[in-house]
C-alpha cells in the first residue's frame, strides 16, 4: 500500500474568509486524514518564510556552539526547557519498548509557555517554567536567537489553534470546546538537531535519531528541513519515509485528541532515522510546536464520537495525562499504559 501524507489548504482558515464552501472542503479533508494517518501537510498556513529561515539560523547559531557552552542551559530533568544534550532522552520508552535508556543521538532546545504569561492563574511553576534564554557569547547573536525563537513560537501557537478550528467544524461541535482547554495551553517547542560525528559510516550501525513515539498533547505543528530521516508508521505496519512538500508544514496528532476522539482520529507513530544523501549521513533540523492543552484541563470522550452503547475512556486531566507519558520518556521506566501502541510498534517491519 503506497503512503500519502495528505496535503492539506488551511487558507480558508487562516485568512478568516468568509467562503464556507471552502472551509467545509478543508474540514472535511482534515477530518479524513485524521481517521485514516492522523499525519499531514499543511500549507496556505501563513507563517512567512523569513520567520522560518530566522529560526533555521536561530538554531544553527546555538547548536553551533561548543558542548561546554550549550551544557551551561540544561534544566533539571523534570523541566522541559532549555538544552538537552545527545543521549539524553530515549522517546520509545514512552511506549513501553525495552530500548536502552538514552538512545536517542538528536539534541534540543525547548521553550514553552511560562506561568508569568498567565498573571492571575495560579500555575504549577514546573510544567510552566519560565524560559532559560542562552547568554551572547562570540559568535553566537542570543538577541537574533529569542527574537527568532519568539516570532516562530507565537507563529506556531497561531497555526496550532487554527487547526484546532478546523478540528472542530470536522467534528461537528462548537469552537469552544477546544478554545475552552487551551487558554493557558501548556504548549513547547522542541527545536532538534541531528548530527553524528563527521563520517559516521551511512551503512554502519543503526543509531537512532529519535526513538519511535506518538506526541502526547493535541496537536504538533512541525518545521522540518526537506531531507529524509523521519519515518511515519502506516497502517500496513511498514516505516514510510516523510518529507514536507516545498512550503508546507508537519502537522501530526496527539495521543490526547486520539483519546478525546475515543481513537476515531490516530496519534501516529512516528521516528527520525539517521538521513542519508547521495550515500552519506548529513545532518538535520527540525522544530516540533507541542500544543498541549491547560493542565487543569478535563479531557472527556467527544459523545459524537462513540456508537451507541459504546464506553467512553474515563475522563482525564491534561496534567495527568501528560505526567504519565514524560515519566516514561525520561526516567528509563517504560510507560505501561501505552500498550497497544507498543503492540503496533512490535509488529512494524522495515521493508
Ligand atoms: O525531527 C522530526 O522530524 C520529528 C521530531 C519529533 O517527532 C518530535 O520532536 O516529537
Ligand atoms: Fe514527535
Known sequence: MKF?????????????GEDSLARADTAEALAQACREVGFVQILGHGVPDSVLAALASAMDGFFSQPSEYKRCYRAAPEINRGYAPPHSESLSLSLGIGTPAAADYFEAFNVGT?????????????????NLWPQPVAGFDDRQFRGAVETYFAEAGRVARILTRIFADA???????????????????????????????ADGPDPVGMG???????????????VPG???????????????????????????????????????????????????????RSAAYFHDGNIDARIETIPSCLAAGEAAYP?????????????????????????SEAERLRAARDD
Open 315 to 339: 475522563p482525564i486531566t491534561v496534567g495527568e495525562h501528560l505526567a504519565a507519558k514524560l515519566a516514561g520518556s525520561r526516567a528509563g521506566q517504560p510507560n505501561r499504559e501505552a500498550g
Open 4 to 16: 500519502h501524507v495528505p496535503l492539506i489548504d488551511i487558507a480558508p482558515y487562516a485568512n478568516d
Open 212 to 226: 519511535a513515539h506518538t506526541d502526547y498533547g493535541i496537536v504538533t505543528v512541525l518545521w522540518a528541513d526537506p
Open 230 to 284: 523521519l519515518q511515519v508508521l502506516g497502517g500496513d505496519s511498514v516505516w514510510h519515509d516523510v518529507q514536507p512538500a516545498p512550503g508546507a508544514l508537519l502537522v501530526n496528532l496527539g495521543d490526547l485528541t486520539a483519546r478525546w476522539t475515543h481513537d476515531r482520529w490516530r496519534s501516529t507513530l512516528h521516528r527520525v532515522i539517521p538521513p542519508v544523501v547521495d550515500g552519506r549521513i548529513v545532518r538535520r
Open 171 to 201: 467534528l461537528g461541535v462548537d469552537a469552544g470546546v477546544f478554545e475552552r482547554v487551551s487558554d493557558h495551553s501548556v504548549d513547547v517547542l522542541r527545536m532538534n538537531h541531528y548530527a553524528l560525528p563527521p563520517g559516521t559510516a
Open 114 to 130: 511560562a506561568a508569568s504569561d498567565f498573571p492571575g492563574l495560579e500555575l504549577p511553576a514546573q510544567v510552566y517554567a519560565e
